[in-house]
């Protein structure tokens, strides 16, 4: 059974990197066409895609966080890991991973970021 699980820091202050760690288990990060994905969700808005990192190894993130964030990996520990930049208040979200196949879908329950200004 496929499972993910993120964690990160909860409440940080504007301008600090945030770190966060979405533990996978059940499969390897390096299976056959796998694609591991960030996506988040602000106070009263709705999804947004982040980016992603596929079981080779290659990213692709959106246009309006390219130049801030960064999606990698730790196959020693099945970790898929983001990093966000210059993050602000804006940046306070539930955020979650999700590990997608041609036969699942399958998202972590969530990790709550807070930033304060």
């Known amino acids: 059974q496929v499972q993910l699980q993120e964690s990160g820091p909860g409440l940080v202050k504007s301008s600090e990197p945030i770190s966060l760690i979405c533990n996978v288990s059940g499969v390897t990060l390096t299976t056959w066409d796998h694609h591991w994905t960030w996506i988040r969700q602000r106070p009263g808005k709705g999804l947004e895609w982040m980016g992603v990192i596929n079981y080779q190894g290659t990213t692709s993130y959106s246009p309006s966080l390219k130049s801030r964030i960064s999606i990698s990996w730790d196959t020693t520990k099945n970790h898929i890991l983001l990093h966000l930049n210059s993050i602000t208040p804006e940046d306070t979200a539930v955020y979650y991973c999700?590990?997608?196949?041609?036969?699942?879908?399958?998202w972590g329950q969530g990790t709550q970021v807070i930033v304060s200004s």
């Open positions: 999700a590990g997608t196949t041609w036969i699942y879908d399958v």
